[in-house]
């Protein structure tokens, strides 16, 4: 599976949109990007998946470069209850997740 | 549909003893998944199946632990003789297919004392 790469921590402002980025420059034609979030003590919720093309459901917005080594996910106006860890995710659908740590994101007042 | 269980939620126990936790995935997802998550990290992929076959193992997953499915629904992951260093999150996801979502439980956290 291929590795991904995302800051550790980012802020942002209640209302404001989030901008959360991802590389995985190794990602194979066949490989999907997912974005989970995770909030203190429970368990990974799926958030938004793509493969080439941009998608939006009514959670989040996400942007896949045309290389597809990169992907941003958006929450246009965030709020206190988006505070969590993000995990950006790529794998085939065929077996595990590999998660790296993702990114811590505190929206604040 | 009330999406992935795992029981007990939490759990406290002395080091050597044995441990068993279970997951009930959603109804008629065939692929079901353990992953381990210590604090401040990530999870880690431990195992899955599909169906009653367990098709993959970790080699986070030492000879203490052992995992079934045998009837192709529920799961249960056992660790025996735990250790100070088993504790963590252990965490259980399910999923239909190959190509689709694949959702979390809420967590069984294990303490070691």
């Known amino acids: 599976d291929a590795k991904t790469t995302q800051p550790p921590s980012m802020d942002c402002a209640e209302g404001r949109a989030a901008n959360l980025p991802c590389n995985h420059s190794?990602?194979?034609?066949?490989?999907?990007v997912y974005w989970y979030r995770q909030i203190h003590s429970q368990g990974p919720q799926y958030i938004i998946h793509?493969?080439?093309n941009n998608e939006t459901n009514e959670m989040a917005s996400l942007i896949i470069t045309e290389d597809r080594k990169s992907s941003t996910l958006i929450l246009p106006h965030a709020t206190l209850r988006d505070t969590a860890v993000y995990y950006c995710?790529?794998?085939?659908?065929?077996?595990?997740?590999?998660f790296g740590d993702g990114t811590t994101l505190t929206v604040k007042p | 549909d009330t999406g992935v269980s795992q029981n007990p939620r939490h759990k406290i126990t002395k080091r050597g003893q044995n441990v068993t936790f279970r997951c009930d995935p959603i109804?008629?997802?065939?692929?079901l998944y353990w992953y381990r998550q210590t604090l401040g990290q990530g999870p880690e992929f431990l195992t899955y199946?599909?169906?009653?076959?367990?098709?993959?193992k970790s080699r986070l997953l030492s000879d203490r632990f052992s995992a079934e499915r045998p009837k192709g629904s529920f799961s249960t992951l056992e660790i025996q003789r735990t250790e100070q260093g088993d504790s963590a999150m252990y965490l259980c996801?399910?999923?239909?297919?190959?190509?689709?979502?694949?959702?979390f439980g809420p967590g069984t956290r294990l303490l070691v004392l």
């Open positions: 190794t990602i194979s034609g066949n490989e999907y």
């Open positions: 199946f599909q169906n009653e076959a367990q098709l993959e």
């Open positions: 996801a399910s999923r239909s297919g190959a190509r689709e979502t694949q959702y």
């Open positions: 995710i790529v794998n085939t659908n065929a077996g595990k997740s590999t």
């Open positions: 109804s008629e997802h065939n692929r």
């Open positions: 793509g493969l080439k």
